[in-house]
């Protein structure tokens, strides 16, 4: 195969991605429009090698129908039981009842899950050399 024959594929990353999923703005004569793209994308873009990688802490904002094309889940612990049931929608049976363990895991571990693993594995997150400055900033 000619390099001219190999499709490259791109990975576009969207963080805090509830913020930017299933909104809707007005136009000057208040007319609603959708944001959609990001819709589209999961849904129709893999096709073309255009794949959507998110990240959002709240996993029941996203719309199902994007949740549905996400073949793989890193997921950190979630307590809120709406988050849990997002993550369940969107993984297959045999992984649904591993899904229970969510509110137990520990900080720095997730559960790495999807359509390519025939069950969880929990990962053990290596903290980094550069600690990120990640504090809650001080209210009084």
């Known amino acids: 195969m000619e390099d001219t024959d190999k499709k490259k594929s791109l990975l576009l990353f969207l963080d805090e991605a509830h ?35 998110l990240s959002t802490q709240m996993p029941r904002d996203i719309p199902k129908g994007v949740l549905s094309q996400m073949g793989t889940f890193i997921v950190h612990r979630l307590i809120n039981q709406q988050d849990r049931e997002a993550i369940e929608y969107a993984c297959s049976e045999a992984n649904k009842s591993a899904l229970a363990f969510l509110p137990i895991l520990s900080s720095g571990e997730a559960m790495l899950t999807g359509v390519d693993f025939p069950m969880p594995i929990v990962l053990k997150i290596i903290k980094p050399d550069i600690k990120p400055n990640s504090v809650t900033p001080r209210v009084f």
């Open 19 to 53: 913020l930017f999923l299933d909104k809707k703005i007005k136009d000057e004569y208040s007319i609603e429009v959708e944001l959609d793209a990001y819709d589209r994308i999961a849904k129709e873009c893999r096709k073309y090698g255009l794949f959507l990688v």
